[in-house]
């Protein structure tokens, strides 16, 4: 069974830094995947931010995109996500998902699409 555990949240001011980890376990990488986190602030809509796939493609949300990183050390079967230069607007509840049915890569996924979610860790920050 695949199981997804974050960690790394906290609370930050602005312009600072968190790193957010992921850890995955019941997969192995030599199948086809697609790893995203997701953030969601109280009464607004999940939204991906940021992925990565089997090919080592990344995407991110024009939000983040040249503040954020996503990474993955396959050895310690866990997904990161720096978070640099971070604003009040990035507060939320983020959650990494995964997808492991073969999609192209032009497809953007929704959030039904996942079928593994970790519970989420919360990021605050204040200005």
């Known amino acids: 069974q695949v199981q997804l555990v974050e960690s790394g949240g906290g609370s930050v001011q602005a312009g600072g830094s968190l790193t957010l980890s992921c850890a995955i376990s019941g997969f192995t990488y030599n199948t086809a995947y697609y790893i995203a986190w997701f953030r969601q602030a109280p009464g607004k809509e999940r939204e991906e931010v940021a992925a990565i796939d089997n090919l080592r493609r990344t995407r991110y949300s024009d939000s983040v995109k040249g503040r954020f990183t996503i990474s993955q050390d396959n050895a310690k079967n866990t997904l990161y996500l720096q978070m640099n230069t971070l604003q009040p607007e990035d507060t939320a509840m983020y959650y990494c998902?995964?997808?492991?049915?073969?999609?192209?890569?032009?497809?953007?996924?929704?959030?039904?699409?996942?079928?593994?979610w970790g519970q989420g860790t919360q990021v605050t920050v204040s200005s």
């Open positions: 998902a995964a997808d492991f049915v073969f999609r192209l890569w032009s497809y953007r996924r929704v959030v039904a699409d996942f079928a593994y």
